[in-house]
């Protein structure tokens, strides 16, 4: 009877122990965004704004914008447009970039299917298609009047167009490019941690060269991730129809809620110059209307390096010889020599003006030595890969698939796929974009062995 009763208050106690565990688990291993409460919300408005205003207000000093409701079948016709019937008939042959797993692990490989085998089976699988909007689809992608003057337009980067059935979760990383995400169809939750707490995200757990964390996004671990609990964030939920500004270097974390899902993000190099009179000659006759993406020129890499190097200079507003000899990484003549070359007005400072003037293959021939690379050491090692003339490259890395460990690529079997290839891990589109520019000065080093006499 006495053992009875005790092993019952000992049964008792153990539930309750239990019971205490599992909250104090749950009380940690919360996703990202419950793990704790958000700091506040960010600006939204219901307009794309004036460039000016964007640059100087958001761009500039990195600042996210929300942008509600902004999409209309007028100002972007993919929105109205891209349902599975349009996709399908339109651009079924086109061959896009998928991830297998909506949970990112930059760890995983991508594959390529025609888009109509992926229609074929995204609703039922756990693939995840991130690609580069092709030519033949960009007729239906706006750039957003925001972005086509004042040097914006010189500095566009991919578009890039995200599909799926929803739930994917990205991991917790920044991107080394300003970036406009618009949401098509479904909707996204964000979490966003400015770029000012590099301090707790990268405390902990944290890829340099791959500019992400490797805290579980759904099981935040706030022993082993302390720096976050103390990071404020904010929350931003996405509808079909916004935009959201997302400045560079802010970390942020992408959940897409369950159901299709679609966006489209424009990617630009970081503006440290806003180019006035070539915005009120745009303005000229009246705000600026979207227009389609294929009327733009995609930027040369080389703008990505301009971005970096010019990155040093941010906060001067002219930079004397001194300055610019303390930061450049070559010989002081050659730095000289550069210095002058820049320098067109010959006022011995150079001008913002100035170092958005200079053709960048020039100074890359001539003075690639004296530009620094600001990126962490690389081992990234996919050259080509973001290469536009170098698309062999590329193709020489297509590997067979094992279809047999991979229920989802046997789906595409089935459904009378015979293209699937996998390539080497790369995910140019985030974490790529500083690495490559790593990748284009050793490639111009490699070139150009006849370094410039001093
Ligand atoms: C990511 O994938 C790799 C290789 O498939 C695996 O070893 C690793 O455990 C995965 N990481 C996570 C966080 O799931
Ligand atoms: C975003 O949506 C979640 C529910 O999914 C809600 O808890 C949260 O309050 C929303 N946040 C904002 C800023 O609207
Ligand atoms: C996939 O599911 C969505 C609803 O989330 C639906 O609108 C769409 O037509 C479906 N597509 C296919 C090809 O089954
Ligand atoms: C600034 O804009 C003006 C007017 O469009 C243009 O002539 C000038 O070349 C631009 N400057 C730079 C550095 O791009």
């Keep these: 009877m006495e053992m009875i009763s005790s092993l019952k208050l000992c ?9 205490f565990v599992a909250l104090a688990l749950s009380d940690s291993l919360r996703p990202l965004g ?19 205003v964007f640059y100087h207000f958001f761009v500039k000093p990195g600042e996210p914008l929300l942008m509600k409701n902004v999409l209309t079948a007028e100002n972007f016709p993919a929105y109205a447009k891209w349902n599975d019937e349009y996709l399908r008939e339109k651009y079924g042959q086109e061959e896009v970039q ?9 760890s995983e490989k991508y594959y390529e299917f025609t888009l109509s085998q992926f229609l074929n089976i995204y609703n039922k699988s756990n693939l995840y ?14 750039l957003p009047g925001s972005l086509q003057c004042g040097g914006f337009e010189k500095n566009l980067d991919f578009s890039v167009m995200w599909f799926s059935s929803g739930e994917t979760k990205s991991v917790l990383h920044y991107d080394g490019a300003d970036n406009i995400n618009c949401l098509l169809d479904g909707k996204k939750e964000f979490v966003l941690i400015d770029k000012k707490h590099r301090d707790l995200v990268e405390r902990d757990g944290f890829v340099k060269d791959g500019t992400f964390s490797t805290v579980d996004v759904e099981k ?48 630009f190099f970081h503006l440290w110059w806003f180019n006035n ?33 010019l990155s040093l ?11 610019f000899l303390e930061v450049v990484s070559c010989p002081r003549a050659s730095g000289v020599k550069m210095f002058k070359f820049l320098d067109i007005d010959n006022d011995h400072k150079l001008e913002w003006e100035e170092l958005y003037r200079f053709k960048m293959d020039d100074v890359m021939e001539t003075f690639h030595d004296c530009i620094p690379t600001l990126s962490p050491p690389s081992t990234y090692d996919n050259k080509g890969q973001f290469d536009d003339t170098n698309d062999d490259n590329v193709n020489n890395e297509k590997e067979d698939l094992d279809v047999n460990n991979n229920a989802n690529i046997q789906d595409v079997k ?20 500083e690495k490559y520019a790593q990748a284009v000065v050793k490639k111009a080093d490699s070139q150009d062995d006849s370094h410039d006499e001093l």
């Design 11 to 19: 049964l008792h106690f153990s539930i309750v122990n239990l019971a």
């Design 34 to 52: 419950r793990h704790t409460p958000p700091t506040g919300t960010l600006r939204v408005t219901g307009e794309f704004p004036d460039p000016l």
């Design 98 to 106: 998928v991830e297998q797993g909506k949970k990112e692990n930059r």
């Design 129 to 142: 298609m991130v690609h580069d909007i092709p030519k033949q689809m960009a007729g239906d992608v706006y």
């Design 220 to 267: 935040v671990d706030l022993d082993k991730f302390p720096g976050l609990k103390k990071a404020p964030w904010y929350e931003v939920n996405m509808t079909k129809g916004d935009c959201l500004f997302i400045p560079f270097k802010w970390y942020h974390h992408v959940h897409s809620l369950p159901g299709r899902n679609l966006a489209v993000n424009h990617w």
């Design 277 to 309: 009179s070539d915005c009120e000659r745009a303005n000229s006759a009246g705000p600026l209307e979207s227009r389609p993406l294929l009327e733009f020129t995609k930027a040369s890499e080389l703008e990505l390096v301009r971005s970096q190097f």
């Design 313 to 323: 200079f941010e906060d001067k507003s002219s930079i004397s010889a001194v300055e």
């Design 414 to 433: 089935d459904s009378g796929g015979d293209t699937n290839v996998v390539l080497e891990t790369a995910d140019k589109y985030s974490m790529g974009v």
